[in-house]
């Protein structure tokens, strides 16, 4: 059954009930505004509160237990989907820029760092407060983050996401996971010209988004508004390998795409999701502490930072001292550069194995990204997996699918590494060297989670 028509039906229904998207948006606001605000000034939950009893464990259970693993799930499979119909920020900047001052986006803002630099930021400021697991914590991060793009909506563009397009801190991240999408825009570059008179309004396309040159999920919305513009733009099904091996060999990449890959993606993020269950980390701290105390330095054991700045609840026997605010950074930081820079040393390597340029070496490195939107589900889901068995459940199930979801990662970037090589003009020695450069990337990426869920536990 051909079912192209039918998504192409779907996608033209998106541009049609716009109303109705309006409305779903503003309920996601309302839902998101409440779970973030009334838990953070609400008590910490006592003693023997679960779920089913407590707000502000419900709603920790619905952020980071299900609501950030299931929206980098859907970026996966559907595209940015989640970023032009659900996300409660992209609709408050949108909503504010129609009333807003209008004016042209800067040049600094544009700069194509800013979706690292923030998403390193983020991830590490929200480890020091340990934002996953405190109400207070949550509504600084995600509550700032909405300001902000509020802020940036109602300075900059006209009825535009300026905040989505170039400084939100998980564009860059979702920009690489969309790659990866069935679902898709596809836009007939032909047909666009040959239908020069237009049937439909032209769309205003929020992320500012140059339609009719549209390559790719990166940076696409998937909001709907663009569908059947001249006939050439279509909700269509394609091949989850086909931006990797098709668009990312021929559109240009820029090296921020890959630092944001390699070192925040893979490396950080797994310092990030590891740090508290790794021997390492305590065995750093406690020869740390013990130099200090042996110079009589007592100032650095001492919790006395708010809870702003580093984590300080001492009703739930839960603070954090200058040490431990150090000893995170010092983790974090190397976890990220020895990681990521294995990565890249291995990608550099298998490049010159193939005598190519920096083209091969982008187009290598995407073929990591199964990798490391599987190591983000994994972190993400083992907040699920804790809370549920606080509630008293066994899950079983839950090593073993985080072992096939592993494992189908490490398979899936090796036979996206295997093509692109060969596309490449890679054959024979040259090409079995190369490939086994890409075999160490991602033995390195699977030790690291292995450590966290087998070795260590």
């Known amino acids: 059954m051909d079912i192209g028509p039918r998504l192409a039906a779907l996608g033209d229904a998106l541009r049609r ?3 109705i998207i309006r409305l779903v948006q503003w309920l996601v606001v309302g839902f998101y505004a409440a779970l973030l605000v009334i838990p953070a000034f609400l008590p910490l939950p006592p003693a023997g509160a679960g779920l089913l009893n407590d707000l502000t464990l419900a709603a920790q259970f619905i952020f980071w237990g299900l609501w950030w693993p299931f929206v980098l799930l859907s970026i996966v499979l559907f595209g940015r989907l989640w ?30 760092g800013w979706p690292t630099l923030a998403f390193i930021l983020t991830t590490v400021y929200g480890q020091l407060i340990s934002v996953y697991d405190y109400a207070q914590a949550a509504l600084l991060i995600l509550g700032g983050s909405t300001v902000a793009a509020m802020l940036v909506g109602y300075c900059y563009g006209r009825g535009k996401r300026i905040w989505c397009r170039y400084l939100c801190p998980v564009s860059g991240v979702f920009g690489l996971l969309a790659r990866l999408a069935p679902l898709h825009y596809r836009v007939d570059e032909t047909r666009w010209l040959a239908n020069a008179g237009t049937r439909l309004p032209t769309p205003n396309c929020a992320p500012l988004l140059d339609i009719r040159r549209m390559q790719g999920a990166r940076d696409c919305h998937a909001c709907g508004r663009c569908s059947g513009q001249r006939e050439a733009v279509r909700l269509s099904l394609r091949s989850p390998n086909a931006e990797i091996l098709i668009v990312g060999g021929s559109a240009p990449q820029t090296d921020w795409d890959v630092r944001l890959l390699l070192f925040g993606v893979i490396g950080l993020a797994m310092g990030a999701f590891q740090w508290t269950v790794s021997p390492w980390f305590i065995a ?14 007592y100032w650095p054991l001492e919790a006395t930072a708010p809870w702003w700045l580093l984590t300080h609840y001492p009703a739930a026997n839960d603070t954090f001292t200058w040490l431990d605010g150090a000893m995170i950074l010092l983790y974090l930081g190397a976890g990220a550069m020895l990681i990521g820079g294995a990565l890249w040393l291995l990608l550099r390597l298998a490049v010159q194995v193939l005598g190519r340029g920096a083209s091969l070496f982008h187009h290598l490195a995407l073929t990591l990204i199964p990798l490391g939107g599987a190591g983000l589900f994994l972190g993400l889901s083992a907040t699920t997996v804790k809370l549920l068995r606080y509630e008293g459940l066994a899950l079983a199930w839950a090593q073993p699918a985080r072992a096939a979801l592993l494992a189908g990662a490490v398979a ?12 490449h003009g890679g054959n024979g020695l040259r090409r079995l060297l190369a490939f086994g450069c890409l075999g160490a990337c991602a033995a390195v990426i699977a030790t690291g989670w292995w450590l966290q869920f087998w070795g260590w536990a």
Do not use: M
Request: aromatic residues 12%; proline residues 3%; hydrophobic residues 45%.
């Open 412 to 423: 899936w970037s090796l036979a996206l590494a295997w093509r692109v090589i060969g596309q």
């Open 17 to 19: 009930h716009a109303r």
């Open 83 to 112: 970023c032009g119909v659900l996300c409660p920020e992209g609709s408050l900047s949108e909503w504010i820029s129609w009333r807003g001052l209008g004016r042209g986006t800067p040049r600094w803002i544009r700069w194509g």
């Open 284 to 297: 750093i701290k406690q020869a740390a502490a013990t130099w200090l105390v042996e110079r009589d330095l």
